[in-house]
């Protein structure tokens, strides 16, 4: 009952704010005279629509707000009048009470705020969906950020996740496609991550091994955390100082070089998700500043660390070598790649999924940013998707999600920006360390621990496994087998041979495992 009154909710916010003038109903739809009805009930609306969707998304909560911010990146979906006012839910949500902060703060730590902090600002510096910062210090004289949860979100959020499971099973039911592109595994992914941001112990944490990760980095900043002023409602980390990415402008009578900006923000992406497989999955323009000054002038300062991203070596396996078949517009070993991953159905034609795939990226490399039309492009990657059966990985949502981010960032920043040679480069060395000499050191250092461990053990290990039933009788027919001297080039001879590598495959794979 709760999630019908919650979806009645959503369409009655819709009404209220016009976003019906947002539905494309065909006329010959049996809904469209809906649709052109309701106006006619609702008394003029004066306010732009920008500003009414913008409006109604933060009247639905936290879940609709997120949607909007991913929105606002896709500049090329987007008229610029909605991108505009959407880029607003980055950072400018309304903030709740001073008060109410205050109160959360002495709920975490069971002190005053004036007890835990040498100093705390009053009115926040940023306010987003689902928590706020105010900026403090602490009572060593260090300045400080405070991350603060909104009160009462976690019911919020469990009851649109909710409504957000029921539409995913619709659509499995109701829709054609709706069992390949997996819509309930895609929610709870996103409901995941999600429940994540409501615990900012497991913030913190992250924000800790990103900074570990890219320590001394010259490309980005993480804010250190300080954990004796953490709990799971509060977050307290290093101030860091900077230029928002999205004023570029201002970047730029900094001395900022912006083109190098964005050649840094996609060397940063691959390098998170191919050599740590640990990648911030909330990469909007209100999460990114951009220090300007002299001594680091053009670095990244990342911050908000709730969603982040993993990725097992298989998947970045496979993603490395689908990026780089792209990029050498070997589409035929995109297609093989897509068939081993199991991402097709096995009886998928390699050769009608190579002209497919070929048919929607061989007309967009070549060309800057500004000339590509990516809502064409991933219209028809769906099209030929569908066609082919391919299963959408509810494990690489949040990667999709923050491809979708560096993309917005990257048009944003410098249009002309090739981000298949910007990439390549990385991909080529990535996939180097991984099946090079670099790798087989790599992995002789990483077992040498178990090897000496083991080879002392060997000959017990081996008596052992020779003592067994089954492997003891195996081993006395091998030596019948080889005292007839006159069967050992014969059909015998074949035998016994093959019987003596099944035993030492044996003996081998209880040795080692």
Sequence with gaps: MSRFFRLLRIILVAWRFGLDEFAVVASES??????????????????????????????????????????????????????????????????????????????????????????????????????????????????????????????VIARDLALMDTAALLVERLWADGKRMKPREVVAEFARHLNDELDLMREAANASQLRRNFDRSPLLAVPEVYWDFCATNVMTMQRMHGVPISQVERLRAAGVDIAALARAGVEIFFTQVFRDGFFHADMHPGNILVSIAPEDRGRYIALDFGIMGTLTEIDKSYLAQNFLAFFNRDYKRVAEVHLESGWVPPNTRVDELETAIRSVCEPIFDRPLREIKFGNVLLRLFQTSRRFGVEIQPQLTMLQKTLLNIEGLGRDLDPELD???????????????????????????????????????????????????????????????????????????????????????????????
């Design 30 to 155: 049996r809904w469209g005279w809906a649709v052109r009805i309701l106006p006619a009930l609702r008394r003029p609306l004066p306010t732009p629509r920008a500003v009414r969707l913008r409006e109604a998304l933060e009247t639905l909560g936290p879940i609709f707000v997120k949607f909007g911010q991913v929105l606002s990146t896709r500049r090329d979906l987007l008229p610029a009048d909605l991108a505009e006012e959407l880029a607003k839910l980055q950072d400018q949500v309304p903030p709740f009470p001073s008060a109410q902060a205050r109160e959360e703060i002495q709920k975490a730590f069971g002190r005053p705020v004036e007890a835990v902090y040498a100093k705390f600002e009053a009115d926040p510096v940023a306010s987003a969906s689902i928590a706020q910062v105010h900026f403090a210090v602490l009572p060593d004289g260090t300045q400080a950020a405070v991350k603060i949860l909104r009160p009462g979100m976690g019911p």
């Design 419 to 513: 981000l298949w040679k910007t990439a390549k480069p990385f991909l080529e060395k990535w996939m180097s360390d991984q099946i090079g000499w670099r790798a087989l050191l790599r992995n002789v250092k990483q077992e040498a621990p178990r090897w000496a461990k083991l080879l002392p053990q060997i000959p017990r290990l081996a008596h052992k496994v020779l003592a067994d039933e089954n492997l003891g009788e195996m081993h006395k027919t091998l030596q019948q087998l080889l005292a007839q001297e006159r069967y050992k080039n014969g059909v015998l001879g074949v035998i016994a041979g093959l019987l003596a590598a099944l035993l030492l495959w044996q003996v081998a794979m209880l040795l080692l495992f």
